[in-house]
């Protein structure tokens, strides 16, 4: 939140979810099978805004928006329409202006919603140290990042924890999405030390493969996966060996793996035609899924709130819309794409229970 003077003001409300992902503004390419080859510009993007999103979806205004805390390096060049929709969300955000330009980025997609990446102008990579108070609380952290920074930052959240609230502050869930661009054999050595770290892993299904130093060449292979998450699974999540993984595998849906339970759950949508643009679907799938945990425990319920969130960003270009509606004078209804994500939800768990 800012005030009227541009300042970081802190709140008193219970946070449930922080990214350390970044705030993007993107131009997006489609790829060469899409029928409009007109690239997308000044697209509200980023790992941290899709994963704020992700989770803000099951937070609705007043009760529980304030709950979702995410950081913005808004430079000279922020565009005025960016602010309002942002503003809109009622989210916990510390909006921070920024000599220069804001982070933007190039995306490109390719068959099998291969996509490609590259900053337009620098990036300004947020750490534990950007936290304020209020959002070093929070119940749980997203963090997409290398192996060594993930380590590295998780001991700098839970030391600052310590420091500012006392050695007796529960821990928080940590979610960790490994960069796809070091999901390498050389990185694997690396990646196994930093779950140890962790409550939650999720790469793709492309990424955790790469890990391995092998690839799907088409199709999603259920097999594949399983034998690579279980070696992660044995290897060992988390202090206590208790963490999950969750493989997020596109139209074939997710795979979840605990020491003591696996499953599969569909994707949300089997309809391809609902498909208009993946960007922002892992990252949304883990704001979902982040706050699923924190409020339910369950690791299948937060998985349905995943793929859930997860649908609403696909049947568009950019984030899913936030619209309003009032039934008498104080019932407030919202809707995202002119549908409420709770009926959804409900229509999901129906379908997957």
Partial sequence: MINSNGEARESAATIDFVTLGMFIIDDIHPPPSAIDQTAKRDIIGGAGTYSAIGARLFS???????????????????????????????????IRPRDGLTTRGWNGYGDNDHRAFKYLTP???????????SLLRSRSFHLICSPERCIAMVQQIWSRRAATFGEEEPKPIIIWEPVPDLCTPDEFDNA?????????ISPNHEELAALFGQEHAGDVKKELVEQQARHLKISGIGADGMGMVVV?????????????????LPAYHQDATRVVDPTGGGNGFLGG?????????????AARMASVAASYYIEQVGVPSLTVAHRGHMERLEEWNRTSVFERLAEFRTRTA
Wanted: positive net charge; charged residues 25%.
């Fill in 248 to 264: 997020r595998a596109g139209k074939v849906g997710c795979y979840l793996a605990t020491a003591e339970k696996t499953c599969w």
């Fill in 60 to 94: 609705p205004s007043p009760t529980t928006s304030k709950a979702v805390g995410w950081i913005i390096d808004a430079g000279t060049d922020f565009p005025t329409h960016v602010r309002s929709t942002i503003d809109s969300w009622q989210t916990n955000v510390l």
């Fill in 192 to 200: 196994l030390k930093a779950i140890k770290y962790v409550d939650v």
């Fill in 289 to 301: 899924l982040a706050v699923g945990l924190v409020r339910t425990n369950d690791m299948v319920e």
């Fill in 123 to 133: 990036k300004k990579r947020l750490t534990a140290e950007d936290l304020t108070p």
